[in-house]
């Protein structure tokens, strides 16, 4: 059992990440900037995409969770930090971090098929599922268009801990039908 003051503490990070999320569904088109200065996580076949964000370069990852030498069907998603910022070690996502901000839920639909969500945002739902190349991928729509989810980008100009004044978010991708990237940038 938590006590007020520990609920209180989740309730102001919850609110917190939600205002980072929120933009799945109420952006409109940004202008570009460059984010290239950003590493991007390498050597991880089991990756499935990753999440960055200012003021740091610290980078969630998202990739596929196997037990017993196969899919997790319980949690196919297993989220963490490679604290770039720091020695580029990797780190599990703290119980905040997992249960009201970049943790992953997820719901198995079909054979090989899930819906997942950010605990943050439930309303923008992505698809893990097997592809014709016999790998699992997630699927996004940006820009209209269902695409292979790489990469979400979060820009950050100021505001608080608590209330984080967000300039825009950018989704990154690949259109599976034509292998061309597909980048959308939405501002809130």
């Known amino acids: 059992m938590l006590t007020k003051k520990q609920n209180d503490t989740m ?12 933009f799945f569904l109420t952006g409109t088109v940004a202008s570009a900037q460059d984010t290239t200065s950003f590493p991007v996580p390498k050597n991880n076949p089991a990756q ?12 969630i990852v998202c990739e596929l969770n196997f037990k017993n030498g196969g899919l997790d069907k319980d949690d196919p998603v297993h989220v963490f930090w490679i604290r770039y910022g720091e020695q580029g070690q990797k780190a599990e996502l703290n119980f905040i971090q997992r249960n009201f901000a970049y ?10 098929k899930y819906e997942l969500n950010f605990v943050s945002y439930k309303k923008y739902t992505m698809q893990l599922m097997k592809a014709a190349d016999n790998k699992y ?5 940006i820009n209209k268009k269902r695409i292979i989810l790489n ?35 939405m501002k809130i």
């Not at 499935?48 to 980078?59: A, G, M, S, V």
């Not at 991928?137 to 729509?141: E, K, L, N, S």
């Not at 990469?151 to 990154?172: D, Q």
């Open 11 to 22: 309730k102001k990070y919850y609110i917190s990440y939600t205002c980072i999320l929120i």
């Open 48 to 59: 499935l995409f990753y999440l960055q964000r200012t003021p740091n370069t610290n980078t």
């Open 103 to 112: 943790g992953i839920k997820s719901k198995q639909v079909a054979p090989d």
């Open 137 to 141: 991928h997630v699927y996004a729509t």
């Open 151 to 185: 990469r979400v980008f979060i820009k950050i100009n100021g505001g608080s801990l608590w209330s984080p004044n967000i300039e825009y978010a950018e989704l990154k991708g690949i259109d599976p039908s034509t292998g061309s990237e597909v980048t959308e940038r």
